[in-house]
């Protein structure tokens, strides 16, 4: 305050000229890493080139995403080399790609993973395996630091994401009632992560109804608490709680222990595991391989690959799941899976905004605003000053149904959606335009597993979990819940039995 | 004549509006929560003007004169307003009452202008179109004052001169008055000089300014201010009374010349001293170079690398005589390696290993320097101590944050050191905490170098007995995950202050 004050006194008020001669800055930027291209060849049927080459070898995993790389992780782990991951991209990673410049690293998806619970055994195993947890103890600096979370209601900042200002004695009743709801749920002990291990049919009649439905019939009207349990299903489903399986709404209150520790994070967000695993088994990964044809023998089943026919004994299947009745003869098409779209940006920041009464953390989110907010990637730096950052903003495109969303993120050019991003930032930064000086966006037409309503306890999906063939279907689509948890779950048990068949 | 007296009513309302925007961007500045102030400085500003409106219905005959008056009045006191405001916030402790009252008066005045001068030319016009000329050039002189205010005065002449500038206008009036309404007058003569009293009061005012403005700005901190600077990282300010040199980073004290040596050699010497054959020193913070000169102290040191974020505070600290006296030169010693980089990326980048290590950042005052006092700083710090050595912590006062100093204690205790703090009074801090930590018993020094103002043999273990008004206090340990400490030490201080 005394420095500040200072300056006022010195130099009468040169910022409040400034405020006159503050042009915009010019703003840079594109679309990145966009897969519409190469994903609607496939759904066109384009002819594709026949297989020119041959290569024998016993294990196919397709797709490099966090559930193909758990797979080739598991794999090398327990000695099995004999394998090669193909991607279709250029970037392994999936929803756990990330992103670097002269910055800092940043993430394209996913940036966290809560504390796994004693269930998570192989997230577990994984996070010893990368030194992040070490004789029972989570390395601290990939904790999220605090302050970790802000809201912006009001007019004001709170900390922590549900809203704790302006609350009526109504609203608190609700909170309070479906904290307690929650509570219940979770001491069922069928509510899980890995969801596949709890999964109960004494609570499937909650995946015939929605959310909304659900609360609706708890009696939870109040509109902070609305707009709460529809960020939680947008933030983790792209979806807004009147299309999200009231089973996955209360999953995602009721799955994990209150946590105080705070999620694990790092400044490209799940890319840093990408990072890892790729230290691990990057010897065994083929990127820029597009696969357009699986074909299912006796023995095994071919791969082909651009102009490389791969002739395997087991094909892990690890890309999502709505590509199956493209690559696959005679796959029956798909009605229980949904998925969401999104875009996410990344946004260059050459100073941050001036935000009074605001703490630096590392998520921040709007209330009534339509997108998700950002994350700050150098919020888990270590160090003390910091100038310049990137901030990580994402929207789940959830309002209206997910096909005119995909039309709209192929139809709009991208000064479209930097003004839409500006726009909402605008509204709670004043100066954000003076800040950014890139913003680099990742449209995302089938960026996640959508859990509607009665999509958890599927037919469908359960056919495609227990499948038992020489292609065996890994990913999170496959637990109708898409998270970091699920893709890996899915990814290791396939590898697992993959090896089992193979050896025995 | 007609244009001349709306000229008038023009300049008069510009006048009343700078003054109300003066007092409201002043008090936002100063106070801060800008919303607040100016909602309420306009609310009670138009209210004072609804009281002038209504006072003027007393005012009888001789209408004139005491419009005069009110204008010279309102000069002096709305061009003196912003001058007075800033000595107000300097030097007392009533600047809100000061503010409202100043801002009542100078309503009460400006609602008792138009007014009386409606009333002053209602025999020359229309009553209608003394109403409609009156308060359409009321409108515009407010529209003028609004825009300029922004635009040219704030930047241009900044808010002490704006606000005489604006005083001279009104005395202006005044003067102008007595020629425009001469046959309504009396006692002209003397009411011209009052005048030009008060135009050259105000023209003085104008040129001395700047005088005003500095020596507010001297009281913002007591002393004479020998060395200001804003460098990349922090705000630098260097101050002396007498021979007593004092540096503020952020506005937080950072020592003071009488006494800095009993904090520098209590920080030093009690770990240091009692490490056998020291070869080689860290010290993370500490740029002033207070710290190296005690330790330069011990011949068998051979290197001393010091980690100082800012290059600026390095360069001053080795380059300005004043502090180059109080530091003995000791950073341009050729034992000593500056190294300008944040502590904690440094820490994680380097392997060397060191048998003293000195911890003395600022105090925990926001989550960045927070970081620098978590378990995973001091698990990362305590991998470049030797077998024999000990690192001690500047941790804040004991006696008025006590929480505080308990809970970076508590910190250095998890990330697997042995703890031995103490404490020690410098007059100009209090009560001072730090907190040695190693990975092996301590023992307090049987010799120290010669010549120390201090520390000494005997005195030392009183340092290490905490008195029950500072006495350990259970605490949890401060983890970037948390960040407790920054927490704690608030509320530590609020509650000293309140």
Known sequence: ?504 | MGILVFISVLLVAACGLIYELVAGTLASYLVGDSVFQFSTIIGTYLFAMGIGSALSRYIHGGLANRFVWIELLLGVIGGFSSALLMLAFAFTQGFELILYALVMVMGVLVGLEIPLLMRMVRDRYEFRDVIAHVLTFDYLGALGASLLFPILLVPRLGLVRSAMLFGLINAGVALWSTFLFVDQLSATRGLRLACLVVLCALGTGMAEAQQITATAEDNIYADEIIFARDTHYQHLVLTRFKDDLRLFLNSHLQFSSRDEYRYHEALVHPGLAAVPAPRRVLILGGGDGLAVREILKYPLVESITVVDLDPEMTRIFSSNPMLTKLNDKSLLSPRVHVINADAFPWVDGNADSFDFIVIDFPDPTNYSLGKLYTTAFYRAVSRHLSAQGFLVVQSTSPMFARDSFWCIAETLKQAGLETHPYHVYVPSFGEWGFVLAGRHEYKPPTSLPASLRFVSVDGLPALFQFPPDMAPLPMPANQLNSQVLVRTYENDWKDISH
């Open chain 1, 1 to 504: 305050m005394k420095l500040a004050r200072r300056k006022f006194l010195g130099l009468g008020s040169a910022a409040l000229a400034g405020l006159f001669l503050k042009g915009d800055k010019r703003i840079e930027g594109s679309f990145v890493n966009d897969s519409f291209p190469r994903g609607h060849l496939l759904r066109g049927r384009a002819g594709f080139p026949a297989g020119k080459r041959v290569e024998k070898i016993p294990v196919v995993i397709v797709g490099g995403g966090i559930a193909g790389l758990s797979a080739a992780w598991r794999l090398r782990k327990r000695g099995f080399s004999d394998f090669v991951l193909l991607e279709m991209s250029s970037q392994p990673g999936g929803n756990a790609r990330w992103g670097q410049n002269e910055i800092t690293a940043y993430p394209w998806a996913a940036h966290y993973v809560p504390v796994p619970g004693p269930q998570a055994a192989y997230v577990r195993e994984l996070f010893e395996d990368l030194g992040v947890l070490k004789n029972g103890q989570w390395e601290e600096r990939y904790l999220a630091f605090s302050p970790q979370e802000r809201l912006f209601l009001y007019g004001r900042w709170q900390e922590g994401l549900e809203p704790v200002i302006g609350l009526t004695p109504k609203d608190r009743d609700q909170f309070e009632r479906l904290e307690n709801l929650f509570r219940e749920f979770r001491q069922s002990g069928s509510f899980t992560v890995p969801v596949e291990l709890g999964l109960s049919s004494k609570f499937q009649d909650l995946d015939g109804i929605s959310f909304s439905d659900w609360l609706r019939q708890q009696g939870c009207d109040s509109r902070l608490l609305n707009w709460y349990m529809n960020y939680a299903c947008r933030d983790d489903y792209g979806a807004l709680a009147r299309d999200t399986s009231a089973w996955a709404g209360v999953h995602y209150f009721s799955s994990r222990p209150p946590e105080e520790k705070g999620p694990l994070t790092w400044p490209e967000g799940n890319g840093w595991i990408t990072r890892r695993l790729l230290e691990r088994v990057g010897g065994n990964i083929r990127t820029s391989q597009m696969v357009h044809r699986i074909t299912e023998t006796r023995r095994g089943a071919s791969v082909f690959a651009e102009e490389t026919e791969f002739q395997a004994q087991f094909v892990i299947f690890a890309a999502p799941t709505f590509l199956a009745p493209y690559l696959l003869e005679d796959f029956p098409p798909l009605h229980d899976f949904v998925y969401s779209p999104w875009l996410t940006a990344n946004l260059t920041l050459d100073r941050y905004p001036e935000s009074r009464g605001a703490e630096p953390s590392w998520d921040t989110v709007f209330l009534d605003s339509p997108t998700l907010g950002y994350v700050d990637a150098m919020h888990q730096s270590l160090r003390t000053h910091v100038d310049r950052t990137v901030w990580t903003f994402y929207w789940a495109l959830a309002e209206g149904a997910p096909a005119e969303n995909r039309q709209l993120l192929l139809e709009k050019n991208w000064a479209y959606w930097k003004e839409a991003i500006l726009h909402d930032l605008e509204r709670v930064h004043t100066d954000i335009r003076q800040c950014v000086s890139r913003i680099d966006i990742l449209r995302m037409g089938h960026a996640m597993i959508r859990p509607a309503v009665g999509s958890i306890f599927s037919e469908e999906r359960r056919r495609l979990r227990r499948r038992n063939g020489r292609i065996l279907f890994a990913n999170s689509d496959l637990s109708g819940i898409s998270i970091f948890e699920e893709a890996q779950y899915h990814g290791v048990e396939a590898a697992q039995k993959v090896l089992g068949r193979l050896h025995g």
